[in-house]
């Protein structure tokens, strides 16, 4: 997917299938910049109970 498409879905509850096949399900967050007001977190990523991800990541999201 892409970056607009996977953003409509922050501070959602979400089920997110990876390309790999694996699915995590929960509230999604994103971390548009590395500072501290993010808990320096990987910039640009997507996470969801601890894993981090980027939108090219996503084969499929659905709201929950």
Do not use: C, N, Q
């Amino acid at each position: 997917m892409i970056l607009t498409d996977v953003l409509e879905y922050v501070g959602k509850r979400v089920r997110v299938t990876f390309e790999d096949g694996t699915e995590v399900e929960g509230v999604l967050s994103y971390v548009p910049a590395y500072s501290e007001m993010y808990k320096w977190k990987k910039a640009k990523h997507f996470y969801i109970a601890g894993i981090d991800f980027r939108a090219h990541h996503v084969k499929e999201i659905i709201e929950v």
